[in-house]
């Protein structure tokens, strides 16, 4: 079974700074994806980044980007330009390339950003 | 309206009663989920249905039932609760996944859900 661990429960940045939430995974499997989402405080569960296991360059969206090792199993996202309202809790995840449409979740990672 | 709601936001009742939780999507999607969420633990799945037919179902106890009536709404009932089931109950959908698809999931914001 996939499991994906997070094992930072909490991280701080100051405002305009960057910061790298770390995310590791465990498969057997060679095609997936791999996602970062941000629960705010409101709790709506968003989107952040995405990656496909099969592509090798990393994902980037604006201010996020991912260091994605396959080898390693690792997923880490960073934040680059900290703002406050990137404080949120973060949520690594991976799915199989398969039709379900399971994730399957990290612990999470609540991060502060201070001003 | 856009999104997927889901109603009521915030749910007490007692281990007797019988509640249902609601998720309405308005994405065109097939696919429509139900995750808890407790302090603490990661998200846990508990069911999963593709175009109205359920295809997962995490073995979660027979207390909580799902329905899917179609593609746009998804409920979960609730009979007979206990109190280490209170948690924050979140419904997401997603497009049907194809191989090429990435099915990432748009959530709603939760129903919290507290047993007394």
């Known amino acids: 079974a996939q499991t994906v661990t997070q094992s930072q429960p909490e991280m701080s940045v100051q405002e305009a700074e960057t910061v790298t939430l770390s995310c590791t995974y465990d498969t057997s499997e060679s095609d997936y994806y791999l996602f970062w989402y941000k629960q705010p405080p409101s709790r709506q569960m968003i989107l952040v980044i995405r990656q496909e296991a099969y592509k090798q360059q990393n994902a980037t969206e604006n201010r996020f980007s991912v260091n994605f090792q396959k080898a390693a199993k690792s997923f880490s996202l960073k934040i680059s330009d900290s703002q406050l309202g990137d404080a949120a809790m973060y949520f690594c995840?991976?799915?199989?390339?398969?039709?379900?449409?399971?994730?399957?979740f990290g612990q999470g990672t609540t991060l502060q950003v201070k001003p | 309206e856009t999104g997927v709601t889901q109603t009521p936001r915030h749910l007490v009742m007692g281990m007797t009663n019988k509640k249902s939780l609601k998720c309405e999507q308005h994405l065109g999607h097939n696919a429509m989920y139900w995750y808890k969420q407790s302090a603490k633990k990661p998200l846990e799945l508990m069911f999963v249905?593709?175009?109205?037919?359920?295809?997962e179902n995490n073995s979660v106890p027979s207390r909580f039932s799902p329905e899917c009536p179609n593609s746009s709404h998804l409920f979960l009932h609730l009979h007979t609760l206990q109190p280490e089931d209170s948690a924050l109950y979140l419904c997401?959908?997603?497009?049907?996944?194809?191989?090429?698809?990435?099915?990432?999931?748009?959530f709603g914001e939760g129903s919290r859900l507290t047993v007394l």
């Open positions: 249905y593709n175009f109205k037919e359920q295809t």
């Open positions: 997401a959908s997603s497009p049907w996944t194809g191989t090429k698809n990435t099915g990432e999931l748009f």
């Open positions: 995840a991976y799915r199989s390339a398969g039709n379900t449409g399971k994730l399957i």
